[in-house]
Nanobody, 125 residues
Framework: VQLQASGGGLVEAGGSLRLSCGVSGRTNGGGNMAWFRQAPGEERVFVAGFRWNGGYTYYTDSVKGRFTISRDNAKTTLYLQMNSLKPEDTAVYYC???????????????????WGQGTQVTVSS
């Protein structure tokens, strides 16, 4: 499985960005897909995720109501729409895939087998 993230950039507080993650290879159509982020000097943390076959979406509390995770019907692209951005959202954002992942491990970075290269999001105040 290969993941290719894009869409990061510099934006003012209150602005929006849309991250994309191209997905190729054998995902088996299942498991978990998610976005994580890592700020300088901090650990990589869960942002949003869902089961690749569909179903409920999950978010960390700090982004609920502002970020939306989705995918296209062909299951080739994962998205993260980010609205009302805040300076504290500044980080490198990573997409991740766990083709055999279980729901209880959705928020756990170490449970993911494949990672995109990361895309920088910087929000100025």
């Amino acid at each position: 499985v290969q993941l290719q993230a894009s869409g990061g950039g510099l934006v003012e507080a209150g602005g929006s960005l849309r991250l994309s993650c191209g997905v190729s290879g054998r995902t088996n159509g299942g498991g978990n897909m998610a976005w994580f982020r890592q700020a300088p000097g901090e650990e990589r943390v869960f942002v949003a995720g869902f089961r690749w076959n569909g179903g409920y979406t999950y978010y960390t509390d700090s982004v609920k109501g502002r970020f939306t995770i989705s995918r296209d019907n062909a299951k080739t692209t994962l998205y993260l729409q980010m609205n009302s951005l805040k300076p504290e959202d500044t980080a490198v954002y990573y997409c991740a895939a766990a083709p055999r992942g279980i729901l209880s491990m959705l928020r756990t970075a170490s449970a993911y087998d494949y990672w995109g290269q990361g895309t920088q999001v910087t929000v100025s105040s």
